[in-house]
């Protein structure tokens, strides 16, 4: 079943690294759920995350950067992938699907924000976007993994009300995620 693509229109603040409060600037950018036509944008956006962020997931670029067409409409098709564009530009990308972990959950993968738009808002907003999508679907739970050397990522999930479980799994040699989950009941 397809649905409607969902259309959200969020102003975020972004602030240069390295300058003053007053060089900050308003930025529209519009998240919208992507359907199987966006299958380029998502593969684009998808490969340059695991690019700029090998060590943030546990696929790589070699892998995913020999799917075929069909594959990533294929990924389009289940859950909800939301796309965050800055005009003709994706900027960041997240998807929700059903939690393999947990019945009646939901489970966040694949979420990277371009790094000029970090600290702006717009992981908050991707984050949103899925845990309503979740809401929706009545889920009693939204969870994730997360690197554990990625503080700056577990920040951004505590900060938004996900909590770590204690659970942990191998993501790549030397290095583990761990697990957090955010209640909806």
């Not at 199987?36 to 950067?65: M, V």
């Not at 702006?120 to 939204?142: F, M, N, P, Q, R």
Request: with cysteine; proline share 4%.
């Amino acid at each position: 079943m397809v649905s409607s693509p969902m259309v959200v229109i969020a102003s975020l603040v972004g602030c240069p690294l390295h300058g003053n409060v007053s060089d900050c600037e308003t930025v529209v950018m519009e998240l919208r759920r992507a359907t199987t036509d966006d299958w380029a944008a998502s593969r684009d956006i998808r490969l340059r995350a695991l690019s700029q962020d090998p060590n943030a997931f546990c696929s790589s670029l070699e892998s995913e950067s020999g799917f075929d067409e069909q594959r990533w409409r294929n990924r389009l098709g289940h859950g909800i992938t939301v796309l965050a564009w800055e005009g003709s530009d994706p900027v960041g990308t997240v998807t929700g699907k059903p939690d393999p972990h947990e019945e009646g959950g939901r489970e966040i993968v694949a979420m990277w924000v371009a790094p000029a738009h970090r600290g702006t808002g717009l992981a908050d907003s991707l984050i949103a976007s899925v845990v309503d999508w979740a809401a929706t679907e009545g889920a009693h739970e939204v969870a994730l993994w997360v690197a554990e050397d990625n503080s700056r990522a577990r920040s951004l999930y505590e900060r938004v009300g996900f909590a770590a479980t204690g659970e942990t799994d191998a993501m790549r040699p030397g290095v583990d995620q761990l697990r957090m989950r955010l209640s909806l009941r």
